[in-house]
């Protein structure tokens, strides 16, 4: 079993952070590539998240939440 990392992305060259605002899916649910997984709200937009891997994921981060680029927020074990 192998398992991938997703960080806050870089959405533009200034961001620095960003808060999560929901997570659309649940701890320990199944994802598939390009699904809709979360949004992250920056200074300038709220930005859609897919999932770029098919497996389990394990939410590390709960919404609310504010943090770097390159933060990890969660695990995919695929």
């Known amino acids: 079993m192998a398992k ?4 806050i992305p870089k959405g533009a060259v200034s961001m620095q952070e960003g ?3 929901e ?3 649940a701890d320990g649910d199944k994802v ?3 699904q809709h997984i979360y949004d992250i709200e ?3 937009s709220t930005i859609e998240i897919e999932s770029p891997f098919e ?3 394990k ?6 939440e504010t ?10 074990y695929t």
């Open 4 to 7: 991938m990392t997703l960080k």
């Open 19 to 21: 808060t999560i605002v």
């Open 55 to 57: 497996g389990t994921i």
């Open 23 to 25: 997570w659309l899916v």
């Open 67 to 76: 943090l770097a680029v390159g933060h990890p927020v969660a695990e995919i």
């Open 42 to 44: 920056t200074e300038k």
């Open 59 to 64: 939410i590390l981060v709960p919404a609310g």
């Open 32 to 34: 598939s590539v390009g």
